[in-house]
T-cell receptor, first 114, second 113 residues
Framework: DAMVIQNPRYQVTQFGKPVTLSCSQT?????MYWYQQKSSQAPKLLFH???????NEADTPDNFQSRRPNTSFCFLDIRSPGLGDAAMYLC?????????????FGQGTRLTVV | RKEVEQDPGPFNVPEGATVAFNCTYS??????FFWYRQDCRKEPKLLMS???SGNEDGRFTAQLNRASQYISLLIRDSKLSDSATYLC??????????????FGTGTLLAVQP
């Protein structure tokens, strides 16, 4: 059973049209991450939540926002997508409460901007 | 210096070969490390965790050298199905707790028949 679920798997949006990607988890993990991965590159951390504490990476553009209304859900909002924002967006979760701190990933949302 | 750096790829090896990847990290306080495998257009999946000096799982061995701040992954008897990108992951301390995972650039492995 999928433990980190991202919706949709594929998203096509128009240039400049706001888009929201969603992530849910059944692991009750306290940390949730959003990564952006472009072709042939490693995942790049955009931001993460440590419980309710939001942590933005210094080089994450203002165009990217996030919300975490509760432990299970996290959203990535792209306010005005540009062509350069086309990528795979990966949501991941981890826990700081136990011995195992590895991250579990959703299947990703592949965003196309037209 | 990047927080996590990996060997540049790609590595092209014949079936049955032994191949090793290295990864260096900059945060000396990091305690746990991970190797992930990522297939083309798929999400990363955990291959191995490294919490102490090393870990072994079948054909895969991960070693940690804290003094030199590097982690290695050794794959013995390579299979065609091992072809993938291997990502080294290290935590970056934030607020006194380990809660931000940083990926290396990844190393592409291509096992040839």
């Amino acid at each position: 059973d999928a433990m980190v679920i991202q919706n949709p798997r594929y998203q096509v949006t128009q240039f400049g049209k706001p888009v929201t990607l969603s992530c849910s988890q059944t692991l009750n993990h306290n940390v949730m991450y959003w990564y952006q991965q472009k072709s042939s590159q490693a995942p790049k951390l955009l931001f993460h939540y440590y419980d309710k504490d939001f942590n933005n990476e210094a080089d994450t553009p203002d165009n990217f926002q996030s919300r975490r209304p509760n432990t299970s859900f996290c959203f990535l909002d792209i306010r005005s997508p540009g062509l350069g924002d086309a990528a795979m967006y990966l949501c991941a979760t981890s826990s700081t409460r136990g011995a195992n701190t590895e991250a579990f990933f959703g299947q990703g949302t592949r965003l196309t901007v037209v | 210096r990047k927080e996590v750096e990996q060997d540049p790829g790609p590595f092209n090896v014949p079936e049955g070969a032994t191949v090793a990847f290295n990864c260096t990290y900059s945060n000396s306080a990091s305690q746990s490390f991970f190797w992930y495998r990522q297939d083309c257009r798929k999400e990363p999946k955990l291959l191995m965790s490294v919490y102490s000096s090393g870990n072994e799982d079948g054909r895969f061995t991960a070693q940690l050298n804290r003094a030199s701040q590097y982690i290695s992954l050794l794959i013995r008897d390579s299979k065609l199905s091992d072809s993938a990108t291997y990502l080294c992951v290290a935590p970056s301390l934030y607020g006194g707790a380990t809660n931000k995972l940083i990926f290396g650039t990844g190393t592409l492995l291509a096992v040839q028949p």
